[in-house]
């Protein structure tokens, strides 16, 4: 894999640049400077082999989230094949282009295409002659914002060779698991995800909405090639003043959609609020897998912790109908004790999603669910006959039984199938449907 990395200062178009060459939303863009904090990758469109990096802006700062951000940005430099450094057309040269040149020459060795963006109106541009200084050869004129110039970046790109054969793609027939990881603010989610990886990729600060954008990280745990999405903290809505905030939640909620299980990772020394329902509510309505992580259990006293465990699972079980038994473990990022076992769980929960149960047995669970409780009759005083059952779906699991007769079957009825279905069949972690189709026989 041949690993590209965008670079340049804060608010020079390296984000629009990065979702233009791979075709995606995937990296948060604004007008203001310094949104991109943690290193987002991706692949470019229709070329998989290569693997670019979106950096933050690179600043002059010694500690908090810009320093960690910018460590972060120079780690992506010195590590790649070739980099794309992007200035401000408009804005022109200035000293911190001269100074973060000259840093990324003495990072690397591998070579360098220049980038003159927002260069799309030629009466709004500066002397791109200055640019030249920077001593990365001759300047590239591009609008990420059009997508104008690309052929010029796919010429470079063609020549670069990779330094080694990392097998880690992210290309669109990639059958890794998709993990999301989602949480409102500051519970632990870039600490949790830095202790799958086995390194401190994720800014981890102790105060709320650090990570912005969605991050999605190819890596291998537990015997499992996955794909793990850190995302956004998620706050009440009354809470959120900020339009980036506002942009970031809409990522994390679109995570959930593009995933195939989500964690969703709680304070397990505080109470569960209900927004951390909501967002399970989201996950199951989807029809994804969701695995709660009970974070900082190791903070939590000894006596207390079988009656928490137990009021949580009563709480999310009461909450919820899709699900019969809601998957909630308990863990520490920290400390990493837990998360083996989690993503055990979890990938057991994934191998049974992923199978289709015989319409034999389901019909034989069925006839004997109906046996032991017969379905009530409907207003008009007519019974309702099952007649075929059969799964129709999955994720969620969906079973689809041919019913004559009565049509109006209460929801009491259907829960007591889907529980008693879900747990013949293993399903009780799962979202389970039950939909009925009415018998077409005219004489029923």
């Given at each position: 894999m041949i690993k590209i990395t965008i670079a340049g200062r804060p608010n020079t178009g390296k984000s629009t640049l990065?979702?233009?060459?791979?075709?995606?939303?995937?990296?948060?863009?604004?007008?203001?400077?310094?949104?991109?904090r943690d290193t987002i990758y991706g692949t470019i469109a229709g070329h998989p082999e290569y693997q670019i990096r979106?950096?933050?802006?690179?600043?002059?700062?010694?500690?908090?989230?810009?320093?960690?951000?910018?460590?972060?940005?120079?780690?992506?430099?010195?590590?790649?094949?070739?980099?794309?450094?992007?200035?401000?057309?408009?804005?022109?040269?200035?000293?911190?282009?001269?100074?973060?040149?000259?840093?990324?020459r003495r990072k690397t060795h591998a070579p360098v295409l220049l980038l003159v963006?927002?260069?799309?109106?030629?009466?709004?541009?500066?002397?791109?002659?200055?640019?030249?200084?920077?001593?990365?050869?001759?300047?590239?004129?591009?609008?990420?914002?059009?997508k104008s110039g690309f052929d010029s970046v796919f010429k470079f790109l063609e020549k670069i060779k990779p330094s080694d054969e990392s097998p880690t793609?992210?290309?669109?027939?990639?059958?890794?698991?998709?993990?999301?990881?989602?949480?409102?603010?500051?519970?632990?989610?870039?600490?949790?995800?830095n202790k799958v990886l086995g390194e401190n990729r994720q800014i981890v600060k102790d105060e709320p909405g650090v990570t912005r954008d969605t991050v999605k990280i190819p890596t291998k745990f537990y015997g499992r090639n996955i794909i793990l999405?850190?995302?956004?903290?998620?706050?009440?809505?009354?809470n959120v003043r900020d339009d980036v905030e506002t942009l970031s939640a809409l990522k994390s909620l679109d995570a959930i959609e593009k995933s195939d299980v989500v964690i969703l990772v709680v304070d397990a020394t505080r109470?569960?609020?209900?927004?951390?329902?909501?967002?399970?509510?989201?996950?199951?309505?989807a029809g994804k897998i969701l695995c709660?992580?009970?974070?900082?259990?190791?903070?939590?006293?000894?006596?207390?912790?079988?009656?928490?465990?137990l009021r949580l699972k009563h709480r999310f079980s009461n909450s919820f109908h899709q699900i019969i038994k809601p998957l909630i473990l308990a863990i520490s990022a920290q400390k990493g004790t837990g998360v083996q076992n989690l993503f055990k769980r979890i990938y057991e929960q994934w191998d049974i999603s992923t199978a289709t149960a015989p319409t034999s047995l389901i019909n034989k669970i069925v006839g004997e669910l109906v046996e032991r409780r017969q379905p009530p009759m409907s207003r008009l005083k007519r019974p309702m006959k099952i007649k075929f059952a059969s799964q129709t779906g999955r994720h969620p699991m969906k079973i689809t039984i041919n019913v004559g007769g009565a049509s109006d079957i209460p929801e009491s009825y259907t829960r007591y199938l889907r529980r008693g279905l879900a747990t013949a069949l293993k399903w009780e972690h799962l979202p389970v449907t039950i939909e009925y189709t009415k018998s077409e026989n005219p004489f029923d």
């Open positions: 990065f979702n233009g060459l791979t075709g995606t939303r995937d990296a948060l863009v604004h007008d203001r400077p310094g949104v991109t979106d950096t933050a802006g690179l600043e002059n700062e010694r500690d908090g989230i810009a320093a960690a951000s910018t460590n972060m940005a120079m780690d992506a430099i010195s590590g790649a094949d070739a980099i794309l450094f992007v200035v401000d057309g408009r804005v022109g040269l200035i000293p911190e282009d001269i100074e973060w040149a000259r840093l990324v963006n927002k260069s799309e109106s030629s009466r709004r541009m500066a002397d791109t002659h200055d640019f030249y200084k920077l001593g990365f050869g001759e300047p590239v004129l591009i609008s990420a914002e059009h793609t992210l290309n669109s027939d990639d059958k890794r698991i998709k993990i999301a990881v989602l949480g409102q603010p500051n519970v632990g989610k870039s600490t949790f995800v999405m850190d995302t956004a903290g998620l706050r009440r809505k009354a109470d569960i609020e209900n927004q951390a329902l909501g967002i399970a509510a989201r996950v199951y309505d709660v992580a009970l974070n900082k259990w190791d903070l939590i006293p000894e006596f207390e912790r079988d009656e928490k465990l």
